[in-house]
């Protein structure tokens, strides 16, 4: 497919997809800041009312400790093309607020109901093998459902639905942390928050993230297939998987005793190396990716043999950035940096186009990452590729 871009008037009457009406901007922010909180001031005074301020003050400061662990991971799994601060910000505050909230009080319910006709030991066991594995998953994966489903223009493969389902569950798991610490030390004192601490949040920190991950790789897979088929099938397939294996993770807890430690041992351990091993191929994967999809503008002028090995590989990224530091400082390292996430974008934009149809905010948004290309090459060289 050869390299299109629309002319300078008709870039100019096309209205770019990004934009909106700044009441409506203004609005929906609104809406947003206000819910999540609201959600924030209920959990806040619902875990100091149970617990008290001083032992929901330690436990959130120690379910913390993992974030610093997990958010640098995505993070860095996220690095060749970043997704926006603000939707990064919202898969958290989603997993923290709504998917903890609305999974607890579904979880709770569900205990109730279950217990009507069982024993108790019974019902905590159903409700922590099958009822929360299914509520949980669920929650979290609908948000990275609902970013695909209404931003799809910012949903460019695994890589994104890994990174926003990973973000989604380190907010879940923090607030469950809270409430998992804060009950130990409430029954247990500081012996028991100890060894609740390690178990949760030293052990197994990449608990949630794991298994909401096959949700996210699973509709990545569906936003970049063509099957219509596939389509519907990874998700579901991804989903299911999620459950699985956090339904094992809460067995290994009800069994308990030489139970958890088998479990984490053969199954557990292994799911975690695996897990290692997709974030590290998916990372590598998308630098050849944007390699491939950036060759066409090179062939069209707009890019360098060079600077596409460049983009390919974040290495070499990291060693553009330290020239462009050294060479013309801040405001060329700013270039750089602006230079390579609008490479990044521009190869994903790319690759979209095909295998979905070609619309005129494609050309528009192709035409003006060109731009932004060339003005930040001038920025840190004065010199563009002609």
Not at 176 to 185: D, F, G, S, V
Not at 242 to 255: D, K, Q, R
Request: proline share 3%; charged share 15%; hydrophobic share 55%.
């Amino acid at each position: 497919m050869s390299v299109q871009v629309p002319s300078g008037a008709h870039a100019a009457q096309t209205r770019p997809h990004r934009s909106r009406s700044a009441i409506r901007l203004w609005l929906v922010a609104a809406l947003v800041v206000t819910g999540f909180g609201l959600l924030a001031l209920s959990v806040a005074t619902y875990f100091g009312a149970t617990y008290g301020v001083q032992i929901t003050l330690l436990s959130v400061l120690a379910a913390a400790i993992p974030l610093g662990i997990v958010v640098p991971t995505f993070l860095w799994l996220d690095r060749f093309e970043a997704e926006p601060t603000r939707l990064l910000l919202i898969a958290f505050l989603w997993g923290a607020l709504v998917a903890a909230v609305l999974a607890a009080v579904t979880n709770t319910s569900a205990l109730a109901v279950i217990e009507a006709v069982s024993s108790a030991q019974e019902a905590r066991a159903v409700t922590a093998v099958v009822v929360a594995p299914v509520v949980e998953e669920s929650l979290k994966g609908l948000l990275v459902l609902l970013i695909w489903w209404r931003m799809r223009r910012e949903f460019d493969g695994i890589i994104d639905g890994m990174v926003y389902a990973g973000i989604t569950a380190a907010g879940f798991a923090f607030t469950e942390n809270i409430q998992y610490l804060a009950t130990a030390y409430s029954e247990g004192g500081a012996e028991m928050l100890g060894a609740t601490f390690v178990l949760r949040c030293l052990f197994s920190p990449f608990a949630h993230p794991m298994f909401t991950v096959a949700t996210g790789l699973g509709i990545g897979v569906a936003s970049v297939s063509r099957s219509r088929w596939l389509r519907v099938l990874a998700p579901v397939l991804g989903w299911l998987l999620a459950v699985i294996g956090h339904g094992l993770w809460n067995l290994a807890a009800v069994v308990g005793g030489e139970g958890i430690i088998t479990i984490y041992l053969l199954v557990e351990v292994p799911v975690f190396l695996g897990f290692l091993a997709l974030v590290t191929w998916a990372r590598r994967s998308e630098g050849r990716l944007i390699g491939r999809h950036l060759t066409a503008y090179v062939q069209a002028g707009w890019l360098s043999a060079a600077e596409v090995g460049m983009l390919a590989s974040m290495g070499r990224r990291r060693e553009a950035r330290h020239w462009a530091r050294v060479n013309t400082g801040r405001a060329g390292l700013a270039a750089m940096r602006a230079f390579q996430d609008t490479a990044s974008e521009l190869a994903l934009l790319r690759r979209r186009m095909g295998h979905t149809p070609v619309d005129a905010p494609m050309l528009a948004d192709e035409h003006a990452l060109l731009a932004a290309l060339v003005q930040a090459r001038r920025n840190f060289t004065g010199l563009a590729v002609t």
